[in-house]
Nanobody
Framework: QVRLVESGGGSVQAGGSLRLSCAAS????????LGWFRQAPGKEREGVATIYTHPGSAVYADSVMGRFTISRDNAKNTLVLQMNSLNIEDTAMYYCAAVKNYLPGQCWALRPEYNYWGQGTQVTVSS
């Protein structure tokens, strides 16, 4: 089993920054896609960013590209989302997620298959 726990959410003014962290434990390895998803009230859950075993594998939603950075530490089983230049449209519950994967270049496409989820951490951006 894989357990994921997010932290770092909070309230921030537009233009500000937040850093979200995800601690993974259990039967986890570097051969898992890790990703951040978010869901705003009344909206569908959407992928924010995914990453595999190395930084070059990071893929971002168009809406956050250039503002957010995803990173992972495979030895420590941690995942981070650095969010800069936040705007009110970024307000959502943010979730850390994972899915087992043995092939590179698949983590973004595998968004519908992520099957391990954290409880979420709320991010609220005010104008």
């Amino acid at each position: 089993q894989v357990r994921l726990v997010e932290s770092g959410g909070g309230s921030v003014q537009a233009g500000g920054s937040l850093r979200l962290s995800c601690a993974a434990s259990g039967d986890i390895s570097s051969r898992f896609c890790l990703g951040w998803f978010r869901q705003a009230p009344g909206k569908e859950r959407e992928g924010v960013a995914t990453i595999y075993t190395h930084p070059g594998s990071a893929v971002y939603a168009d809406s956050v590209m250039g503002r957010f950075t995803i990173s992972r530490d495979n030895a420590k089983n941690t995942l981070v989302l650095q969010m800069n230049s936040l705007n009110i449209e970024d307000t959502a519950m943010y979730y850390c997620a994972a899915v087992k994967n043995y092939l590179p270049g698949q983590c973004w496409a595998l968004r519908p298959e992520y099957n391990y989820w954290g409880q979420g951490t709320q991010v609220t951006v005010s104008s």
